[in-house]
């Protein structure tokens, strides 16, 4: 759903050639679904995540109301076959996106839903911005801001 409903319209989803891994970004000011989507693609929702669904949607609206309001691209998902994990692809698949925010001059945001990324996205100039506490007993989210490099 985010991929079609999302980020595809958006024009900005990074693949590789074999599809081992994808990067999902939003453009600034582009990064929360608008409510009328959200609305078009209930049914889908409602059966992916069954009896989840509310709270689910309750923890996304969360999340974005935490969201950073300054303009910046949002990382939303990034993702690499596990088998295909620590060769560098995810790597890949930020530089694009990073590379404009450093010639424009804009930042980038993510929320990392697993701890042991933290790690990985510092190395790629992230820092870690807190830890959101999703209501009725969620598991935490790390959300992470990366500043423009100037060469």
């Known amino acids: 759903m985010l991929l079609r409903a999302h980020y595809l319209p958006l024009g900005t989803v990074w693949t ?11 453009p600034p000011g582009q990064a929360v679904i608008p409510t009328s989507k959200i609305f078009r693609y209930l049914p889908a929702i409602l ?6 669904a509310v709270r689910a949607l309750r923890a996304l609206s969360y999340v ?13 998902v990034l993702g690499t076959r596990v088998a295909n994990q620590g060769k560098g692809i995810g790597s890949a698949l930020l530089g694009p996106v990073l590379d404009r925010c450093d010639e424009q001059g804009l ?5 990392s839903s697993k701890h042991s990324n933290i ?5 790629h100039g992230f820092e870690l911005r807190g830890e ?20």
């Open 119 to 123: 790690a990985f996205y510092g190395r």
């Open 47 to 52: 059966h992916a995540l069954g009896p989840h």
């Open 107 to 111: 930042p980038a945001y993510l929320e």
């Open 132 to 151: 959101i506490q999703l209501p009725l007993g969620g598991p935490p989210v790390w959300p992470m801001w990366r500043d423009p490099r100037t060469t």
């Open 64 to 76: 974005e109301h935490q969201h950073p309001k300054e303009p910046h691209w949002y990382l939303g």
């Open 16 to 26: 590789t050639p074999d599809s081992t891994g994808a990067a999902l970004w939003a």
